[in-house]
């Protein structure tokens, strides 16, 4: 029974978290920051960041962690969603409300209770599908996600296996509201989470090669994020626990997925150059003005694929 409830749960947060950040992408244009284009510097500067960022966790004191994460929380829904609420205090009305909702439920029912946790999830898949489409629509190549996330399957490999970074930061967040992932959980017995940073490498990936490669590209990132990113992790964890007696206290989905996503970028660059964000047509687009309606550039001939309209 708890694999196969792992198995949906994970399946469930993996696709959606996926399929919202692509609803995004068809329909909310975000503000493009003057900062050129990605490349290999900003890739090492992102390693440094997801590096420093659990040393920062782990040296906040215990009752700070919690306010740290919501204030974080809180950030990431003002700046994502300000291109969908631009009325500034009907957002943080809703973003209030919001971060209200899982602390509440947090005090009334518990850390392992479904309501929790329903809550939390929605929060943090909120946060992944507009932080995914600000680095996306900013500027973000499949080439720059995918050498990322081979990078963040050695960081994780490393970091769960040989210094337990990974496991020291969810044991820090253990009884604390705002865990920093998805997922539910049903008293001591069933529980499937699935982390924050997991949930953002999977969208990431799966609106990148969208966006580069249009359906071919999401056929690619679903399967992927559903074999490697969903499955493999559970039935590995599942079959080691099988064969060992034991189970083991974590296997980071990254050293599954992060090569698998590698994979699939060098497959979708044999048909050609990724298409850029001023290569998709878009239609009914909400959000920057100028693009309600207006004609977008052509790609050059050759360029990627070919140029679809997005409904």
């Known amino acids: 029974m708890s694999v196969f409830f792992q198995l949906a749960v994970t399946v469930v947060l993996a696709v959606g978290v996926c399929a919202g950040a692509i609803a995004y992408f068809r329909a909310v244009r975000t503000p493009r920051p003057p900062v050129g284009v990605f490349n290999g510097s900003d890739i090492f500067m992102m390693m440094g960041f997801v590096l420093a960022l659990p040393y920062i966790y782990l040296a906040l004191p215990g009752a700070v962690l919690p306010v740290v994460l919501a204030l974080v929380f809180a950030g990431g829904l003002s700046v994502g969603y300000q291109p969908l609420i631009g009325n500034g205090r009907l957002r943080w009305a809703l973003i209030a409300v919001l971060i209200a909702s899982v602390l509440g439920c947090h005090l009334a029912f518990g850390e392992t209770a479904p309501p929790y ?68 959980r049903i008293g001591e017995e069933l529980g499937a989470v699935v982390g924050m940073g997991d949930l953002l490498a999977y969208a990431l990936f799966t609106t990148t090669a969208y966006k580069a490669y249009g359906k071919r590209g999401l056929r690619t990132g679903t399967v992927l994020v559903t074999l490697f990113g969903a499955v493999a992790p559970v039935a590995t964890l599942h079959v080691l626990a099988a064969a060992t007696d034991q189970a083991p206290t974590l296997i980071p989905a990254q050293v599954f997925f992060g090569p698998a996503a590698f994979l699939g970028y060098r497959y979708l660059r044999r048909s050609g150059p990724e298409r850029r964000m001023a290569d998709v047509v878009f239609r009914g687009t909400r959000g920057v003005r100028g693009v309600r309606g207006g004609a977008v550039p052509q790609p050059p001939a050759g360029r990627g694929a070919s140029v679809e309209p997005v409904a």
């Open 117 to 184: 946790w329903v809550a939390n999830s929605a929060v943090v898949a909120l946060i992944v599908v507009s932080a995914t489409n600000l680095n996306v629509q900013g500027g973000m190549r499949l080439k720059n996600v995918a050498w990322f996330l081979l990078a963040l399957a050695a960081y994780d490999a490393f970091f769960a296996w040989v210094v337990p970074l990974t496991q020291q930061l969810s044991d820090a967040v253990q009884g604390y509201p705002y865990a920093p992932a998805a997922g539910l």
